[in-house]
T-cell receptor, first 109, second 113 residues
Framework: RKEVEQDPGPFNVPEGATVAFNCTYSNSASQSFFWYRQDCRKEPKLLMSVYSSGNEDGRFTAQLNRASQYISLLIRDSKLSDSATYLCVVSSSASKIIFGSGTRLSIRP | EAGVTQSPTHLIKTRGQQATLRCSPISGHTSVYWYQQALGLGLQFLLWYDEGEERNRGNFPPRFSGRQFPNYSSELNVNALELEDSALYLC????????????FGDGTRLSIL
């Protein structure tokens, strides 16, 4: 089993829809969690950190479920510009920072 | 604040040659991470440097090596290049306190002919 798993997608949703995807992790000692977005042939860019209490940044909401060992990303009122690959990152120590392989999201007009 | 900078942007080599890729971290960041991303695949962790020392390496052969300089910039060296080394090489920097996010450079696209 991979340490960090993401549904590769692609998720193909219409503009304006709400979409959510999860990232599961196997190490219960994981302490820090992040979501990045990566556009085609570009570098990953930090989207948001994920806090225990959950956090929101505009249309984006990130949540952490420690009991079930997953983090989630919810995108409301999706825009064409949200089309990208979304990577989750889970770390339990400085030497254990694991990137998921990403979920592809495609927003159609 | 200047971001992570990588050079060159593109690098074309032939099999058996050696490649050197460079990375300058964000000011104040002491950690540099190197990743390989082959076309259509996820990030594969290569190396982590902090305070001038190699702290961890991924599952790559010894011909992938690097170093970190006193100013925290870093080099990634790949010897005896093989066709499958063609990929986007990404550098990220971060603070020593690992619970802060990494920030990525634009990457170096290495093509092996």
């Amino acid at each position: 089993r991979k340490e960090v798993e993401q549904d590769p997608g692609p998720f193909n949703v219409p503009e304006g829809a709400t979409v959510a995807f999860n990232c599961t992790y196997s190490n219960s000692a994981s302490q820090s969690f992040f979501w990045y977005r990566q556009d085609c042939r570009k570098e990953p860019k930090l989207l948001m950190s994920v806090y225990s209490s959950g956090n929101e940044d505009g249309r984006f909401t990130a949540q952490l479920n420690r009991a079930s060992q997953y983090i989630s990303l919810l995108i409301r009122d999706s825009k064409l510009s949200d089309s990208a690959t979304y990577l989750c990152v889970v770390s339990s120590s400085a030497s254990k920072i694991i990137f998921g392989s990403g979920t592809r999201l495609s927003i159609r007009p | 604040e200047a971001g992570v900078t990588q050079s060159p942007t593109h690098l074309i080599k032939t099999r058996g040659q050696q490649a050197t890729l460079r990375c300058s971290p964000i000011s104040g960041h002491t950690s540099v991470y190197w990743y390989q991303q082959a076309l259509g695949l996820g990030l594969q962790f290569l190396l982590w440097y902090d305070e001038g020392e190699e702290r961890n390496r991924g599952n790559f052969p010894p011909r992938f090596s690097g170093r970190q300089f006193p100013n925290y910039s870093s080099e990634l060296n790949v010897n005896a290049l093989e066709l499958e080394d063609s990929a986007l090489y990404l550098c990220a920097s971060g603070r020593t306190n690992w619970d802060q996010p990494q920030h990525f450079g634009d990457g170096t696209r290495l093509s092996i002919l």
